[in-house]
């Protein structure tokens, strides 16, 4: 059973910063492209940041130079540093696991930032 959980969320003020955290099954994350998904309310998922087993990384324009993407394959877990937040950040954050065309999430994280 594929699991993905979550944490790191919570409430910060304009400018801090947060990391979120996410531990995957150990069966499948050396094989899984990692990404972090987020869903504001009232709008649609949209894509953060994802990282392939090569570590190449991708990240929406919307948090380009503020957010980083990572992963320890020892620990089965990526990472979303998360830098000069911005209110507009605020959003539940799930993590997402693609092997090929097979996708797996977490329940999701809340973070709020206020202005």
């Known amino acids: 059973q594929v699991q993905l959980v979550e944490s790191g969320g919570g409430l910060v003020q304009a400018g801090g910063s947060l990391r979120l955290s996410c531990a995957a099954s150990r069966s499948i994350f050396s094989i899984a492209a990692m990404g972090w998904y987020r869903q504001a309310p009232g709008k649609q998922r949209e894509l953060v940041a994802r990282?392939?087993?090569?570590?190449?990384?991708y990240y929406a324009d919307s948090v380009k130079g503020r957010f980083t993407i990572s992963r320890d394959n020892a620990k089965s877990t990526v990472y979303l540093q998360m830098n000069s937040l911005k209110p507009e950040d605020t959003a539940i954050y799930y993590c997402n696991a693609e092997i090929v065309s097979t996708n797996y999430w977490g329940r999701g994280t809340q973070v709020t930032v206020s202005s």
């Open positions: 990282i392939s087993t090569a570590l190449s990384t």
